[in-house]
């Protein structure tokens, strides 16, 4: 029954994603792009942000961390929530290179304050 409520949960995800034509890696479901990103708001779902902020730093080695950070809905019960690729199963993909990777965190706290990191190994 577990793996059923997964299935359920991400074919509304991949409707709203494929509503705004957003181009992603196949199988990413959260993204950072150059104007907008999709990050969880506080009642769980993937909302795109066209006025979010988003940073991208790169190391010596070609690795890179990408940051979006929007406004959102708050948590219903008034505590910060995290997603990550553990607890959703989705993977954060970078907008139009095909780029995916399950090491992600998306933290939204109590306030509604969402933020989204994304790293990327070079290997």
């Known amino acids: 029954m577990k793996s059923k409520r997964k299935f359920v949960f991400v074919l509304p ?5 494929g509503a705004f034509g957003i181009a992603y890696s196949q199988s990413a479901q959260v993204y950072i792009g150059i104007e907008s990103c999709g990050l969880f ?12 902020h988003s940073v991208q730093t790169s190391s ?3 690795n890179a961390t990408h940051w979006c950070k929007a406004d959102v809905t708050p948590p219903p019960d008034g505590r910060a929530v995290i997603f990550d690729f ?4 989705l993977l954060c993909g970078l907008d139009n290179t095909g780029k995916a990777s399950t090491d992600w965190q998306n933290v939204v706290s109590a306030k509604g304050k969402s933020n989204l990191q994304c790293k990327f190994r070079s290997n």
């Open 13 to 17: 995800i991949l409707a709203v994603l």
């Open 60 to 62: 010596k080695n070609q």
């Open 41 to 52: 708001d506080g009642e769980g779902n993937v909302v795109r942000i066209g006025t979010g």
């Open 86 to 89: 553990e607890s959703t199963g």
